[in-house]
């Protein structure tokens, strides 16, 4: 596609249940990254990929969030039974390659409330 | 561990005035280093970045920012502030192993006509 996509745009959920966003990369991006935004914390990384593989998931605040890519393309974040400070923006980026100056192109992130 | 520091979380300026946005990183070896603006519910969208080819970069939209290691400093201009430069602005380093960009606070300008 024309730039990074992300699924749902926002997200309503209640305390306790689990979640799932979808990132579409350019295509032919082979690096994609999560990031968090929130009023508290700023802009964290979360997880990136080098194709299908995470070689850095340093981010991620704990076990109840994990994430995966398949076919070197589309990644699912998925965060389990969400809590309130679970509540963020959800930003999805990819690049043509990990190393060196490689543009991050961002999606227009996945608004996630919990209740 | 690298890090970046903007100073002022919010800067305004009146139409036609010097937009000055700050930005001090700690790294110890050369960065890669990045301003990226965010427009209300909009995701970020890069207005340049350095990369150790010239110390003056220039970016989009008539943004410029001067990398100087001697002061451990990015500082992002633009010497006439429009109404539509109103946004927030990251400021964010790259690893140079693994990619990930580690930003700022963000300062959100307002532009004042």
């Known amino acids: 596609g024309a730039g990074v996509s992300q699924s749902p745009s926002n997200k309503v959920t209640e305390k306790g249940k689990d979640v799932e966003l979808r990132c579409d990369p350019i295509?032919?991006?082979?690096?994609l990254y999560w990031y968090r935004q929130s009023l508290g914390q700023g802009l964290e990384f979360l997880i990136y990929?080098?194709?299908?593989?995470?070689?850095?998931k340093s981010g991620l605040p704990s076990d109840r969030f994990s994430a995966e890519r398949t076919g070197g393309s589309v990644s699912t974040l998925t965060i389990q039974r969400t809590q309130q400070e679970d509540s963020a923006v959800y930003l999805c980026?990819?690049?043509?390659?990990?190393?060196?100056?490689?543009?991050?192109?961002f999606g227009p992130g996945t608004r996630l409330t919990v209740l | 561990a690298q890090s970046v520091t903007q100073l002022g979380s919010h800067v305004s300026v009146s139409e036609g005035a010097l937009v000055l946005l700050r930005c001090n990183y700690s790294s110890s070896v050369p960065p890669y280093l990045f301003w990226y603006v965010q427009y209300p519910n909009q995701g970020l969208q890069l207005l340049l970045k350095y990369t150790s080819a010239a110390t003056l970069v220039k970016g989009i939209n008539g943004f410029e920012a001067e990398f100087k290691k001697s002061e451990t400093s990015f500082h992002l201009t633009k010497p006439s502030a429009h109404m539509s430069d109103a946004a927030e602005y990251f400021c964010a380093v790259r690893e140079n192993q693994g990619g990930k960009l580690i930003f700022g606070q963000g300062t959100e300008l307002s532009v004042k006509p």
């Open positions: 990929f080098q194709g299908n593989s995470a070689p850095d």
């Open positions: 295509s032919g991006h082979t690096a």
């Open positions: 980026a990819s690049s043509l390659r990990v190393a060196g100056h490689n543009e991050q192109f």
